[in-house]
């Protein structure tokens, strides 16, 4: 399969970047959105014709997806070890170009809407194809270095267009919070492919992920406390994958990031950039599974299962309708974290593969559909608080019924999307693990109820009076709610587990119904509840939370996350770290190279006196000096 | 007249031209020329050098030897490699820039002209030479002009930094000297006569004993002109009182003295030395590395953070330098270059913000992205680039440094990379800490609503710059392999021991 049309895909986005990035101040912001939009539909349509060649005509040989590379060197470091710049055409790249294309040709007709008669549009067109771009180099690198460096920029292209706003102090603050709390994650994971590449001595996924190739079969030749070097590095990528995608405990960027414009939060911290820790653990899942028998990737479960219960309990409580969607996120990609966790290798097993990576496909359509939503909302009423909102059915027709659909999607109602998905992802838990099934499927009741909370909270309730009355969004924006909203009602019918799977050789899907009939009757609960509460206004909700008491305080709090984070950044890494190294410097550092200054002006000082002008004290001197070099000389001789 | 000694000549020139100027017109228009010939030069030894690398695989090209002192076997002695022709294409690239920024100099600008040239002669020579003693004058000619530079156009407490940086840099030369003397001395230890030719020394095989005396002498020597820990304290007083083309030409070449020497004194002709007192420095520049980024955390004046930065920076140079492998090595070439390039830009960035506002005060600054646009942008720009965002040239020359250093898989090694690399954390928060404070939020100061605009030097400045370094960070290979294959014969000297 001849692969070379593929390298336009990341290419255009970066031309029609540079191209509104330079001529910012010449081209038209009318003009500036067209080029967007028209740049990205051709990377649209030449993903989808790619994922049509792959998937149905060329991709398979004898049963099995093949993996297509073109590479060149970009870098040498040894005889050895390189960095690549290339594309990697398997299954999950060509998907994930399906669902980044997708949502961001979506994003930018929405945006062309919502951010009409702004100062930056050419601007903000300028970081969105940035952004677009990394993202399409990230899912195409052809080795972890590659990998590395895009995860880099799709960081920084999410912390320029967080700080959008840049006159906003909250903006700011939230945008370097982002960068920073994800650039620690990077460390560990810069640390983990220096480790991988030092011990298996290369970055190339196809050399690492082969189960038969040395990097994975000599796991066990070099350990460090107790585990394998190349357990430890796994660990330390995770790491940088927990960073990107929010995990517990690295997830405190994501909800501040909601500062950014709302077509940011549904491009980025949505549905693309923040499943990339899910999609670099899926790019090295053979190693994952093969290594010490996936001891890291059971750390993957779980710490996907905590973070999507952690979050969904405080999505319950969040009053900003971004901020619950962005625990609805960091929750959902906790999903799809477990599901990989519990997965098998081979064939059926690999259930939970299939299932995290299509769990990844559906939510990425509908959580983008519900903050595009979100922004159609908050564009028509001004805030971003519930208590600011409540019976917009009546003026938003297409937005209430869009969100309505994806607030079903993503409860796992049949035959929406996130049912097929969140299925097969309890399916994977419930063979593997059951502890994790139950949390699963307490999460699945949670993420019905808040989510329905929300839906009755903004259409229905109590009607805010209105300063103005709001209005449906224009066409520009209603058109890719209406596109997203399809989409999240026909992602589902995709036959994922013939297409993406581990071992890339497809199995028949199957649909266990005591499972589904049990998940659908939690999701339903949830729905039901929330109707109970929140569909017109009464006591039931405020009653029930003060049952929790402290506990609710707590959840709405967020644990405090923040709170520690800032005390240990703010008082003990600023006051007690850094300032005593700046005093430190100042008064020790620098005043042993002063005091080194003012003694030898002080000893100067003292023998100028010898300098004296008087012929006398030179006459002495001089004989003393005589006196004394002679008694020298004297004893060194007789010894 | 060969293609080496130019480098030294155009620039006297250009000084004996300058002292005919009568007005800042005439003075900036002749060094601009002088600079912009040196510039052309530059690109065409690299050129050249390619022509001549392929037919040509001795470890210096271009050679040339003329007798000077014959008592002492004391040579002009020239010759480039790959590491050497890039380090004067960015001294050209910087020399050129700082011109054009202080385009608008009104203090006796023919003398200031004169002064920053003499500097740059000082720098061109000592890359060209192969004689350790024309090194060490060269060495001293681009030190002493500092001394009048800072003291007569500098700013604030300008004498006391002036003196401070002068003095503790020729405090430096003295222990320099003395190491220097030392390689010479033992440079007959095979029967010869005594040289200071370098690749002659190499040959040679100086004593251990002398190796383990002189290595910490000539390193120390050089390491203070690289901002080693704890011998950093002139750089951010200097810094902060230099006008703003000598911050540029000094944090921007005048440091890369530094790790040049060693690399190309220290670590070639004492080899033994570097490997018996590698742990000790080891220790001390990774202290530099995340001790310089912390303390740029906690500064406001944008001249200390970025001298702290370049403590940080320059302490990756050594850092690397001491691992003593291929990989470490290439990585400590290109982050001199890559510094080079990005402070010498963050400085007449810090120049220009200074030259509106009258301050270099962060919490007095705010919003500034608003009515200096241009500026604001490109400070964004070299703020990523400084912390290491892929696609400029820091993300290079760290990711070698780091593969390097991970070479080695010692404890004691791994625990110092560790370190060094979480200095890219640091780094992250305090450039985001100053972009956020200076370039956002409102503007907290009604004078700053209306600034002068960009003027088409500043740019022309601005550009020369930037370009290189995002040319370095996109496609990194041919100056990569160019530089790792000139460092070829030197690691082999290392690993021989």
């Known amino acids: 399969m001849d692969i070379t049309y593929i390298i336009l895909i990341p290419l255009i986005p970066f031309s029609v970047f540079l191209l509104l990035g330079i001529f910012n101040q010449q081209i038209k912001p009318a003009i500036s959105g067209y080029i967007g939009v028209i740049g990205l539909s051709i990377s649209a349509l030449l993903s989808y014709y790619a994922a049509y060649q792959y998937f149905f005509v060329y991709g398979k040989v004898d049963e099995v997806y093949q993996t297509f590379v073109k590479k060149t060197v970009w870098m040498n470091f040894t005889d050895t070890l390189h960095i690549d710049m290339g594309i990697l055409v398997d299954p999950i790249s060509v998907m994930m170009l399906v669902v980044v294309s997708t949502i961001s040709l979506m994003v930018h007709i929405y945006s062309r809407g919502y951010m009409k008669g702004d100062d930056g549009y050419t601007k903000f067109f300028s970081f969105l194809s940035l952004f677009t771009f990394s993202m399409f180099g990230l899912v195409l690198a052809t080795n972890l270095f590659q990998i590395y460096m895009f995860w880099e920029l799709v960081g920084v292209s999410s912390y320029l267009l967080i700080g959008y706003y840049y006159t906003k102090t909250s903006a700011i603050a939230a945008a370097k919070k982002a960068f920073i709390v994800t650039r620690f994650a990077d460390f560990g994971f810069l640390i983990g492919i220096l480790i991988i590449g030092y011990y298996t001595g290369t970055f190339d996924f196809e050399t690492l992920n082969n189960p038969e190739g040395s990097a994975i079969l000599n796991w066990a030749s070099t350990s460090y406390m107790g585990l394998s070097v190349i357990t430890w590095a796994l660990l330390l990528i995770f790491m940088g994958g927990a960073g990107k995608s929010a995990m517990f405990p690295l997830h405190i960027w994501l909800p501040d990031a909601m500062e950014g414009p709302t077509p940011v939060s549904a491009l980025i911290h949505a549905a693309t950039m923040v499943v990339a820790g899910v999609y670099l653990v899926a790019r090295l899942f053979p190693m994952y599974y093969f290594v010490e028998d996936g001891f890291a990737l059971k750390i993957v479960a779980y710490v996907g299962a905590f973070s999507s219960l952690f979050a969904a309990i405080i999505a319950v409580t969040q009053t900003d309708i971004k901020r619950v969607l962005a625990f609805s996120t960091m929750s959902q990609i906790g999903y799809m974290m477990l599901a990989l966790g519990v997965s098998g290798y081979k064939g059926i097993e690999g259930v939970g593969y299939m299932a995290s990576m299509f769990h990844l496909f559906t939510h990425a359509m509908f959580k983008a559909l519900l903050f595009l939503c979100a922004g159609s909302v908050i564009h028509a009423v001004h805030s971003n608080y519930l208590k600011d909102m409540g019976g917009l059915r009546k003026y938003m027709p297409i937005t209430n019924i869009t969100f309505l659909i994806a607030a079903l999607a993503i409860s796992g109602v049949p035959p929406f999307a996130g049912f097929w998905s969140k299925d097969e992802i309890l399916v994977a838990a419930f063979e593997n693990n059951r502890l994790l099934y139950y949390v699963a499927l307490f999460v699945a009741g949670l993420t019905a109820f808040y989510m329905f909370r929300l839906y009755f909270g903004i259409f229905w309730g109590k009607e805010t009076k209105y300063e103005h009355i709001p209005h449906e969004s224009p066409l520009s924006m209603t058109f890719p709610l209406l596109f997203l909203a399809f989409m999240s009602i026909v992602a589902g019918f995709v036959p994922f587990s013939e297409l993406v799977t581990a071992d890339k050789i497809g199995f028949e899907g199957h649909m266990d119904y005591p499972l589904a009939v049990v998940a659908v009757a939690i999701g339903l609960t949830g729905i039901i509840i929330a109707w109970l509460f929140y569909k017109k206004e009464n006591d039931l909700a405020a009653i029930f939370s003060s049952f929790f008491g402290i506990f609710y305080k707590w959840t709405s709090n967020k644990f405090y996350f923040d709170e520690i984070y800032l005390f240990v950044t703010k008082k003990i890494i600023f006051d007690h770290v850094s300032t005593p190294i700046a005093r430190f410097d100042k008064k020790y550092v620098d005043g042993t190279m002063e005091g080194i200054g003012n003694k030898t002006v002080l000893i100067s000082n003292k023998i100028k006196g010898l300098q004296s002008g008087r012929l006398q004290d030179y006459a002495f001197f001089f004989v003393g000096g005589v006196v004394v070099l002679a008694l020298v000389f004297i004893y060194i001789w007789t010894n | ?497």
Do not use: C
Request: glycine content about 8%; charged content about 10%.
């Open chain 2, 1 to 497: 007249m060969d293609i080496l000694s130019l480098f030294v000549i155009v620039p006297v020139l250009t000084i004996l031209a300058l002292v005919f100027t009568k007005d800042l017109k005439q003075a900036r228009i002749t060094a601009m020329i002088g600079s912009l010939v040196q510039l052309g030069m530059a690109i065409h030894l690299i050129f050249s050098y390619f022509e001549e690398r392929a037919v040509n695989k001795s470890i210096m090209l271009f050679t040339q030897d003329r007798v000077w002192f014959e008592h002492f076997n004391i040579h002009f002695a020239t010759g480039v490699d790959g590491i050497s022709a890039a380090l004067l294409l960015l001294t050209s690239i910087i020399v050129l820039a700082g011109v054009f920024i202080s385009w608008k100099i009104d203090d006796l600008p023919k003398e200031f002209f004169i002064s920053l040239l003499v500097l740059a002669t000082g720098v061109y020579g000592f890359f060209i030479s192969i004689d350790l003693f024309t090194m060490f004058v060269f060495y001293e000619i681009a030190v002493i002009p500092m001394y009048l530079l800072i003291g007569i156009w500098g700013s604030g407490p300008k004498e006391y930094s002036a003196m401070k940086l002068t003095l503790m840099l020729m405090g430096a030369s003295a222990v320099l000297l003395v190491g220097i003397l030392g390689i010479y001395f033992n440079s007959n230890a095979n029967g010869g006569a005594l040289t200071f030719n370098i690749l002659e020394i190499s040959k040679v095989y100086i004593p251990f004993v002398a190796q383990k005396l002189f290595f910490p002498l000539t390193f120390i020597g050089f390491a203070v002109l690289g901002a080693l820990f704890p011998f950093h304290t002139w750089s951010p007083d200097g810094h902060a009182s230099a006008p703003t083309a000598v911050s540029m030409l000094h944090a921007g070449v005048l440091m890369k003295l530094g790790g040049y020497g060693i690399f190309r004194i220290a670590m070639f002709l004492l080899p033994e030395g570097a490997k018996e007192w590698s742990w000790f420095f080891i220790i001390l520049s990774a202290i530099g590395v995340i001790y310089g980024a912390f303390g740029a955390l906690k500064q406001t004046d944008l001249k200390y953070i970025n001298a702290y930065s370049s403590v940080s920076h320059l302490g990756m140079v050594l850092f690397a330098l001491l691992m003593l492998n291929k990989t470490a090595w290439n990585g400590a070439i290109l982050q001199s270059l890559s510094h080079g390039f990005m402070t010498a830009l963050f400085f007449a960035l810090i120049g220009m913000i200074y030259g509106r506002t009258h301050t270099r005060d962060i919490t007095k600054l705010g919003g500034l992205l608003k009515v200096i646009p241009f500026i604001s942008v490109i400070n964004v720009i070299a703020g990523l680039a400084s912390l290491g965002l892929p696609g400029f040239s820091g993300f290079v020359a760290e990711m070698n440094i780091f593969v390097g250093a991970f070479q080695h898989d010692e404890l004691f090694y791994r625990v110092a990379t560790i370190i060094s690399v979480s200095a890219i954390v640091v780094t992250a928060v305090y450039i985001l800490r100053v972009l956020g404070i200076m370039l956002m939020g409102p503007i907290n100061n009604a004078e700053f609503l209306d600034l002068p605009k960009t003027t088409w030097y500043e740019i022309t400045g601005i550009l020369l710059l930037l370009i290189p370094m995002i040319g370095m960070g996109v496609a990194p290979l041919w100056l990569s392999d160019m530089i790792m294959a000139s460092i070829q014969p030197f690691i082999k000297g290392v690993l021989k021991f």
